[in-house]
């Protein structure tokens, strides 16, 4: 008895997969768990609070507001009485409320006042499955350590479309639960582990001479809050960084260098990667030969011309190599026509994806600590509202989890 003595809260949402939780209940005390079950509004509408609380010899509870249940263990105890919460099947409805934080029914509220952990069996139909608001609920879920069984490929019950969204079978869900409570995997296993990521942050120097040069106003928050969230969904992160009075991210390998080409030649070392995140404010351009000694002033002279030659792209440099990271992304700093010019900066430099934000100085972006970002991607854009920097890396963090999820 592989679960003897193992207590599982079992939430059943709505969908036309509850029928397979029967069978879930039955396989899982044949093992000696006890499983007290939760239903959903929804899920009473495919199967009977009846056959569920046969099959496992235990209340059902349904209701957050009533007086009998909650006078009898109460939904924070329902939460937390328990080794380990399962939800399936999951409907996409209520995976967007746990993403979100919601607690309207009992099902929701549990989820949000347990601290066990919880494992996930979605089912859905494939195209809900694949939707963009799916996909980042699930990372948003992953980020926040909620674990995942299936679903599976195959044809959907209803509609007979084929595809990903089936709920995993039971025998499936029970492995997953096994693996879980047996410790059989370490709990908590990170949605980037195992992924390799890198990062350009803060601004570049550009020496005019020995003890002068030519830098901008970004401070590296941005790049190096994004390495961080990176590193804490497990990615092997190597942060490359201009000179930035901030300090080090934790969990990230930092190459500190101080002019473009330095930068370039260190994301290209670091190269091959699942993501680049190319963050820095990489100067345009550099002085064409930069005096070897201080350039002295010489009285009655015209000050020296500056000349100017252009940097490396960085950003188009990875867009367009051949080990190119399956995601790149970039910013895009601009003070006029945001939108168009961010779209324009995807194409010219091969990105997936632009951040692009508004750095007039009226915004106080540049050095702030929030930002306001609107996400280009080659299918549309989304506008981020003003958020910390810290938020706004942990939402692209989610995204770059969710596009690379296996
Ligand atoms: N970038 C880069 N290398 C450069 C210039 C920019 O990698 N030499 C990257 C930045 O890190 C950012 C993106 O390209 O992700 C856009 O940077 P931005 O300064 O907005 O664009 P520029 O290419 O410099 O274009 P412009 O100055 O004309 O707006």
Not at 111 to 123: F, H, I
Not at 137 to 150: E, K, S, Y
Not at 295 to 312: C, D, F, H, V, Y
Not at 369 to 377: A, E, T, Y
Request: aromatic share 2%; hydrophobic share 45%.
């Amino acid at each position: 008895m592989t679960l003897s003595g193992k207590r599982i809260l079992l939430i059943i949402s709505g969908g036309i997969a509850a029928y397979k939780s029967l069978d879930l209940i039955r396989r899982l005390r044949e093992r000696g768990a006890e499983v007290r079950p939760v239903m959903t509004a929804g899920a009473q509408q495919f199967v009977t609070s009846l056959a569920v609380g046969a099959l496992s010899a235990s209340h059902v509870y349904t209701e957050l507001f009533s007086r009998e249940d909650e006078q009898d263990v109460g939904h924070i105890r329902l939460a937390r009485e328990c080794d380990l919460v399962v939800v399936a099947p999951a409907t996409a409805d209520l995976m967007a409320k746990m993403a979100n934080g919601h607690a309207d029914d009992l099902a929701s509220t549990i989820l949000l006042a347990t601290d066990r952990t919880v494992l996930v069996a979605p089912a859905m139909n494939p195209k809900m499955w694949t939707h963009p608001a799916t996909r980042r609920n699930r990372a948003t879920l992953a980020a926040d350590g909620i674990r995942f069984v299936g679903p599976a490929s195959g044809e959907m019950a209803e509609s007979g479309e084929a595809g990903e969204g089936r709920m995993a079978e039971p025998l499936e869900i029970v492995a997953a639960i096994e693996d879980l409570l047996t410790g059989a995997k370490p709990l908590g296993a990170k949605p980037l582990a195992g992924r390799k990521a890198i990062v350009t942050s803060g601004p570049t120097h550009e020496p005019i001479d020995p003890v002068r040069y030519i830098a901008n106003r970004s401070s590296g928050k941005q790049g190096h809050a994004i390495a961080a969230a990176l590193a804490r969904l497990g990615a092997d992160v190597t942060l490359v960084s201009g000179p930035v009075t901030i300090p080090d991210p934790a969990g990230v390998r930092v190459v500190r260098v101080e002019r473009a080409e330095e930068m370039r030649d260190a994301v290209v070392a670091a190269l091959p990667a699942d993501v680049a995140v190319m963050v820095a404010a990489v100067a345009d351009w550099r002085v064409a030969s930069a005096a070897g000694n201080k350039i002295k002033k010489r009285p009655g002279e015209a000050p020296p011309p500056l000349q100017l030659a252009e940097n490396p792209d960085i950003l188009k440099t990875i867009g367009h190599h051949a080990s190119r990271p399956k995601l790149v992304i970039g910013f895009a700093a601009e003070t006029e026509n945001v939108a168009e010019n961010g779209r324009a900066k995807l194409e010219r430099k091969g990105a997936d994806y632009i951040l692009a934000n508004d750095v007039s100085p009226a915004t106080g972006i540049m050095g702030g600590d929030s930002n306001r970002v609107k996400l280009i991607g080659r299918d549309g854009k989304e506008e981020w509202p003003e958020m910390a920097k810290d938020e706004v890396a942990d939402k692209l963090a989610a995204l770059i989890a969710a596009k690379l999820l296996p």
